[in-house]
């Protein structure tokens, strides 16, 4: 690639550098993202003053906890998938990761955030990936970001969904329970 500028865009976690490629009239930038680097699409505004993310280069690192692709039963009125669909598989996500944290039962006690970024379509590849982020005595909240894979002939990735989930660790009898140690 011919580096002709190197430029700063975002601020924060969100902050990167990119190389622009005359050739391609794209730039390229690593952006620090909550699941290791992410390569991202953008292009420059028409007046040339700022840098849009048209969209990601692929996925993050490490593995997604759930990918399902959206049927034609799943779409509302306005042909895009119900956030009803969304909203349930991040729970499903959510809730296989602390499962595994609190080695047994847990049930969903709270939606702290969940911001729709953008509307799925049919045909899309829709990936879950999940983190713990804080543990407490009887709790385990976990952020899940949910991204799209469009357009298999000029791949893009979009990132579609994030949320934040409380899950409550249960005993056989449904009773809330401590989380255990983590194991090392």
Same mark, same amino acid.
């Given at each position: 690639?011919?580096? %002709?500028?190197?430029?700063?865009?975002?601020?924060?976690?969100?902050?990167?550098?990119?190389?622009?490629?005359?050739?391609?009239?794209?730039?390229?930038?690593?952006?620090?993202?909550?699941?290791?680097?992410?390569?991202?699409?953008?292009? %420059?505004?028409?007046?040339?003053?700022?840098?849009?993310? $048209?969209?990601?280069? +692929?996925?993050?690192?490490?593995?997604?906890v759930l990918r399902?692709?959206?049927?034609?039963?799943?779409?509302?009125?306005?042909?895009?998938?119900?956030? +009803?669909?969304?909203?349930?598989?991040?729970?499903?996500?959510?809730?296989?990761?602390?499962?595994?944290?609190?080695?047994?039962?847990?049930? $969903?006690?709270?939606?702290?955030?969940? %911001?729709?970024?953008?509307?799925?379509?049919?045909?899309?590849?829709?990936?879950?990936?999940?983190?713990?982020?804080?543990? +407490?005595? $009887?709790?385990? $909240?976990?952020?899940?970001s949910v991204y799209?894979?469009?357009?298999?002939?000029?791949?893009?990735?979009?990132?579609?969904?994030?949320?934040?989930?409380?899950?409550?660790?249960?005993?056989?009898?449904?009773?809330?329970?401590?989380?255990?140690?983590?194991?090392?």
């Amino acid at each position: 690639m011919v580096c %002709q500028s190197r430029r700063s865009i975002g601020s924060g976690p969100g902050r990167a550098m990119v190389d622009f490629d005359p050739r391609m009239d794209e730039y390229y930038p690593l952006l620090t993202a909550a699941h290791g680097n992410v390569k991202v699409r953008v292009r %420059q505004s028409m007046d040339g003053k700022a840098l849009i993310m $048209t969209g990601l280069l +692929g996925l993050p690192a490490g593995q997604p906890v759930l990918r399902v692709a959206p049927m034609p039963a799943d779409v509302n009125a306005a042909g895009d998938i119900f956030g +009803g669909w969304v909203m349930a598989h991040v729970d499903i996500a959510g809730g296989i990761v602390a499962t595994q944290r609190a080695r047994g039962r847990v049930a $969903t006690v709270a939606v702290n955030s969940f %911001q729709f970024k953008q509307p799925v379509s049919v045909g899309d590849v829709v990936s879950f990936y999940a983190d713990v982020i804080e543990v +407490g005595r $009887t709790s385990i $909240t976990v952020d899940v970001s949910v991204y799209a894979e469009r357009n298999p002939a000029s791949p893009l990735v979009v990132k579609v969904t994030e949320a934040k989930l409380t899950f409550v660790a249960l005993d056989r009898e449904g009773v809330k329970r401590l989380v255990p140690a983590a194991v090392s």
